[in-house]
């Protein structure tokens, strides 16, 4: 298998060839038949979308050329086998596997990694069972109610938007076992409000840190810690810990019980391990949870198909380096038309911005192309009376990654004007769509859209626990897949190591820079 | 006085050619002298710190020389006298005007409309003040504890934004009276859950929207009053309406009262109008409000300063068109290091995107530079852990704005190896600018870090209500004088009228275009 540079590769020549003349109009193109072709079925009943993208049969087939020249479901495969896929940590790559196994057994030192996911997997299962069922009670006898997550970057954008995305659903469907909160910026005001909102006695706490050394967390733990002391409680029974085996928070009587998870996930890909689990099987049981592993491991094996006329992942990574690469545009907004997604554009900024932001190739060596793009995005209709109006009408081009479900997750609505708003939801969403693509002419160039900003757009009937599983599937691929054209290493982060070491320096006062202690005395420090 | 487009200028050529040669590296420049000398007094104590941003004295004499030629504060003064400074609805603009008078009276048809300002300001401040001391309660005799405002784009981010700006200060200093709620988007599992979450007979409702005829608003205004009535409460006694004096929801027997802007306020702009200043006086008192108003008088007033040196919303705005125009930088990220802050990114969004996110200048023709940027950010130290691996190492350079104060809200805070979390939160902001700043060589390319990513920090003592002010009103003015930079009319928002169009096309079943017909099938419309 061979990993190269993209412009090392033939079709990358090709496509920019291509890229130069290409003339391809899909303003004028984007018919009903166009629409009705133009989808990719995804897992668990979601749909992939593209026919309001800037790409024609010609550079559909470059683009496949591309898949195939890079190896992208062979690097895919070689991933789920366990292979070193994070070169700069040297460390396999394995969150799939905590959904489901799709390649061999991953064996290390005698032990079957798959296996050990699973236990800790119905470990934590059980043990929300437990609570559901009064044996777990807080340390005054009261039944927990509330479970509040400590913990920050993958430990809290995952679950936190994952847990918003269900929470109206399990409401609707009785589902709903606990309330949860999370903590997650060192800011004291942050743990200070949540606290100040909880009843410390009712309130499980789950404290996740891989390494079990996060700053942030630690402090918001001993945070945390000190409130329940102080209200007369015993912290040793309303904290749970998830961290790694070799963690100082594992096996620790501090805690009423800990689970694991390993080098292997990555904490950006980690809500389907016990980072997210563990909360989310609290705050809607053990078989919502799995229901939303099955949509994801759904979704990994259709990832694995070569065509990508049949992998939506597969399609979307390649149409993003095509935006990205060929037509220059840097940024994508992310508009989910459901308010239960609306911090899933953060969650999904971390995932690609931390995977793919990077300007060193796997081996260490500058790249000297365009690597991931900027992410954000705010839930729809909000965002059109925000900044859609730079989308529409700016000097820039901002390709857009609508997201849209026929129904509402509560069924909770009321007919205004003929409509019911779930209606009225989607049609907006229709409406921009085509605006985006369409634009209009006018005499008025103040009342003018250009057009031509091209957009997909992931539906399906409902945002259901496997259709949640489904979509963050599909992105977590789509970003691998992109690394893998890149030719990056998308699972380290060394970006963020030098904050870490001049904020040692502050805290320390042995700053070795005057800047650096000119700017923490203004700051106070 | 001369409007005419950025590249028309004289001085942009100079800037243009200087920034051609220009080789001044702040990355090797930056020590505490220059870290205490590029420090910009700000109002209510905060100020404006540039010395990180990649501007030497010859920039910053070409900048004034802008500044001058565009004659910036000339227009400003033109906007507070009432100027019809919004070209393309051919109307006054007037935000200025709800905090404090610094222009000429401005008449129109016989009518103060500062006094009119003025006289809206007492009477929401007034009825807040019933409202806590009893007057008005709900129609089953309880006490309000909730007010629960519903409405969208700048009736919602701004408020909102604000709002949890100041309620762990208000907490703090015992001026918290109400919670405060919002319900923006027309996705009925918004409005629901906010419904399911509150105590019906204790809330009260506030409808927001300037033409009385927004469709998100109107459909959760019925959503709302559907499960008021099926609670069997009176609506009329739950509900007041922030509008228009011209608007249906005016002078309506629907609502317990109502209280008014006009159209020379625009949504984005209207925090320190009826439209912030109705949640946030009933949430934390009329003095606080008009606290908060004094901080962003204050600002106003520093605007009118000519020098660069003495005007940070000034340098604030030409250091962005010097990054956005002539080092091309396509985007800003906003990070606050303060949890308070945590949706004032998204509100600068708003506020900044809808206004310069534009392709014609203030008379309708094309023009050939780029406008606005796009703005996106979340807290620190949150996003530390999300995307700032792209910021330090990617492709791209993004500009960043950051925002830090030295005390924290709540003073509630714990000592965790030898610092408490406020000095954690500061000691992580300093080395984070100073990083990105500075860099890091390293042998192994994978661990470097390029540096000479620009930054600015906005700093104070605590983020109180006039802080806040300040803080607010800094922005809007620099995006004004951004405008105004770019020959743009700011202060309206066409790009938002197609979707409208099409979406009432996709609801009346009047498609007119197959494409549009055949995304509202897959959507279920």
Redesign the interface.
């Known amino acids: 298998m061979q990993y190269q540079n993209l412009n090392k590769a033939a079709s990358f020549i090709k496509i920019a060839g291509y890229a130069e003349k290409q003339e391809f109009n899909f303003k004028d193109k984007?018919?009903?038949d166009?629409?009705?072709k133009c989808?990719v079925p995804m897992a668990a009943g979601l749909?992939y979308?593209w026919?309001a993208k800037s790409v024609d049969d010609q550079c559909l087939k470059l683009l496949q050329e591309l898949a195939d020249e890079q190896e992208l479901i062979n690097k895919y495969k070689s991933l789920l086998n366990g292979d070193m896929i994070n070169t700069?940590e040297k460390r396999k790559v394995l969150h799939h596997l905590s959904r489901g196994e799709l390649g061999q057994p991953v064996m290390e030192d005698g032990k079957n990694i798959g296996d050990f996911y699973k236990k800790e997997l119905e470990r934590f299962c059980n043990f929300a069972n437990e609570v559901h069922n009064g044996k777990y009670k807080g340390s005054t006898g009261k039944t927990f109610t509330t479970v509040i997550q400590i913990g920050?970057?993958?430990s809290?954008?995952g679950p936190r938007a994952m847990y918003m995305a269900l929470?109206?659903w399990a409401?609707a469907e009785g589902k709903k076992k606990l309330n949860a909160k999370f903590i997650?910026?060192?800011?004291?005001?942050?743990?200070?409000?949540v606290i100040?909102e909880s009843k410390l006695d009712e309130s499980l706490f789950i404290l996740v840190s891989k390494s079990g050394t996060t700053?942030?967390t630690?402090?918001?733990e001993?945070?945390v810690k000190?409130k329940l002391v102080k209200a007369g409680l015993d912290t040793s029974k309303h904290m749970v810990a998830v961290t790694s085996e070799t963690s100082p928070l594992a096996r620790n009587s501090a805690y009423l019980d800990s689970f694991y998870i390993d080098d292997y996930i990555g904490?950006r890909f980690s809500s389907t391990s016990a980072v997210g689990g563990c909360v989310l099987s609290l705050a809607f049981g053990a078989d919502v949870f799995k229901e939303f592993l099955k949509g994801a491991s759904e979704a990994d094996k259709l990832a694995l198909e070569n065509d990508v006329l049949k992998n939506a992942a597969l399609l979307d990574a390649l149409i993003g380096v095509w935006e990205r690469n060929f037509l220059d545009f840097?940024?994508t907004a992310v508009l989910p038309?459901?308010?239960?997604l609306s911090r899933f554009p953060?969650h999904l900024?971390?995932m690609d911005?931390?995977s793919?932001?990077?300007?060193?190739n796997r081996n260490?060596?500058?790249?000297d192309?365009?690597?991931?793009p900027?992410?954000?995005g705010?839930?729809?209709?909000?965002g059109?009376?925000?900044?859609?109006?730079?989308?529409?009408?700016?000097?820039?081009i901002?390709p857009l990654q609508f997201i849209?479900f026929?129904?509402?997750?509560?069924n909770?609505?009321?007919t205004?004007?003929?409509?019911?708003?779930?209606?009225?939801?989607?049609?907006?969403?229709?409406?921009?769509?085509?605006?985006f693509?369409?634009?209009?002419d006018s005499d008025?160039?103040?009342?003018?859209?250009?057009g031509c900003r091209p957009s997909s757009?992931i539906?399906g009937k409902k945002l259901t626990p496997s259709a949640l599983g489904s979509l963050l599937a599909h992105f977590e691929n789509k970003v691998m897949f992109q690394g893998f054209i890149w030719n990056l290493?998308s699972f380290?982060?060394?970006?963020?190591?030098?904050?870490?070491?001049?904020?040692k320096?502050?805290?320390s006062g042995n700053f070795g820079?005057?800047?650096?202690?000119?700017?923490?005395k203004?700051?106070?420090?």
Do not use: C, W
């Open positions: 984007l018919d009903a166009r629409v009705k989808i749909n979308s026919a700069g920050i970057g993958g809290d954008l929470e109206n409401l997650s910026n060192v800011d004291p005001d942050d743990a200070s409000q100040a700053q942030e630690l402090a918001n001993l945070f000190d904490g840097p940024y038309y459901s308010q239960a953060a900024q971390q911005m931390e793919n932001g990077k300007r060193v260490g060596e500058p790249v192309y365009s690597t991931g900027v992410i954000f705010e839930p729809g209709t909000n059109q009376h925000s900044f859609f109006q730079l989308l529409h009408q700016s000097t820039e901002i849209g026929i129904e509402s997750q509560k909770d609505d009321v205004v004007d003929g409509s019911i708003s779930q209606t009225k939801l989607n049609a907006n969403l229709a409406a921009q769509i085509v605006a693509a369409k634009g209009q008025d160039k103040n009342k003018e859209f250009p757009l539906y290493n380290d982060q060394e970006g963020v190591q030098l904050g870490k070491v001049l904020t320096k502050v805290l820079d005057d800047a650096l202690e000119a700017y923490s203004i700051l106070g420090v």
